[in-house]
């Protein structure tokens, strides 16, 4: 079975043609780690996505939000206002849809699938102490996450904890190695709104048995899924952040 695993896909739907577009014919299923939702101007378009073609799902913080899960207070004033204009923009369908998402982990076979950590949904896991303490709540070998729209990840040998490396942005992917006998907690970065200073969509590919997993980044037209963002009356800095990767 070979899986693409996507995360924060924030409703960014050039972002997503661009990455189905790049992984065709390299892919069985498709997982998700959550945020379909938010900062992004197609939400009902991406849910319904999801819905049709998303394998296994696990919900993100913004998704509990335009669901009317999450108590907007804790948001920044950016995310508050997506949210309240995502809410409104939702069928009724689709918002049935994401109050029932499940929370992570989930787990499907020898890996799962989570959005912040192993313990919390909303947990952000950004730095190798962050990493460190998750040591011992990996329980199957393989963990996908996202939250933090970071791509890379962490490695887990004996010694301590090892961080992944994203493609650099003279490459459209990169193969980490997968030792037998370690475990990993892998993000396949964001779809949809990238912050690692990399504006390209981020996508992984990866097939059990497999010695490597397959980070890969690609260009989509930002300057469209930007120009909707300000269209819907969303604030401008959520258009300006895409063409920048932050
Ligand atoms: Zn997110």
């Not at 049709?52 to 696990?58: K, P």
């Not at 199957?140 to 970071?150: A, D, E, K, R």
């Not at 990399?198 to 899924?225: C, F, I, K, N, Q």
């Amino acid at each position: 079975m070979r899986y693409l695993v996507v995360s924060d896909i924030h409703a960014n739907w050039e972002a997503l043609q661009a990455v189905l577009a790049d992984a065709e014919g390299k892919y069985d299923k498709i997982l998700c780690c959550g945020d379909i939702v938010g900062y992004g101007a197609n939400p009902n378009q991406v849910v319904e996505w999801v819905r049709a073609n998303v394998a296994a799902v696990v919900r993100g913080n913004h998704d509990k939000a335009a669901a009317g899960l999450e108590d907007l207070e804790w948001f920044n004033p950016f995310a508050k206002e997506s949210a309240l204009w995502t809410q409104s923009e939702l069928t009724a369908e689709n918002l049935t849809y994401l109050k029932l998402m499940e929370r992570g982990p989930m787990r499907i076979g020898k890996l799962q699938i989570l959005h912040g950590s192993p313990v919390d949904e909303d947990e952000y896991i950004v730095g190798r102490d962050d990493a460190q303490q998750m040591a011992y709540y990996l329980d199957v070998p393989y963990s996908f996450f996202g939250h933090t729209h970071l791509q890379g990840g962490f490695a887990y040998p004996r010694s301590g904890v090892r961080a992944i490396q994203r493609p650099s942005m003279q490459e459209s992917c990169r193969a980490v190695p997968l030792e037998t006998d370690l475990h990993y907690l892998i993000n396949a970065g964001s779809v949809g709104q990238p912050r690692d200073n990399d504006p390209r969509a981020a996508y992984a590919l990866y097939e059990p048995g497999e010695p490597v997993v397959m980070l890969h980044r690609v260009s989509y037209d930002v300057e469209t899924a930007a120009g909707k963002i300000v269209a819907a009356g969303m604030p401008e800095f959520l258009a300006v952040r895409l063409s920048v990767g932050k």
